[in-house]
């Protein structure tokens, strides 16, 4: 299997997504992708995101 490289991310996309991963409303491999992406230390509860209002 090919491994596939990210060439950019979409910041509203990301946005979304670290704010689901906070809330555990992430699935497993959406989770997996940002972990590896964001180089996330699992063993330890990450702050990815603070004080965002949401519109």
């Known amino acids: 299997m ?3 490289s990210i060439a950019w991310v979409n910041t509203p996309v ?3 997504a670290m704010l689901r991963y906070q809330e555990n409303r ?3 491999p959406m989770k997996l ?3 590896k992406l ?3 230390n699992t063993s330890q509860k990450t702050n990815l995101v ?3 209002k949401h519109h």
């Open 26 to 28: 992430l699935p497993r």
């Open 14 to 16: 990301i946005m979304e």
């Open 38 to 40: 964001l180089d996330i």
């Open 2 to 4: 090919n491994s596939r």
């Open 50 to 52: 603070t004080n965002i």
């Open 33 to 35: 992708w940002l972990e």
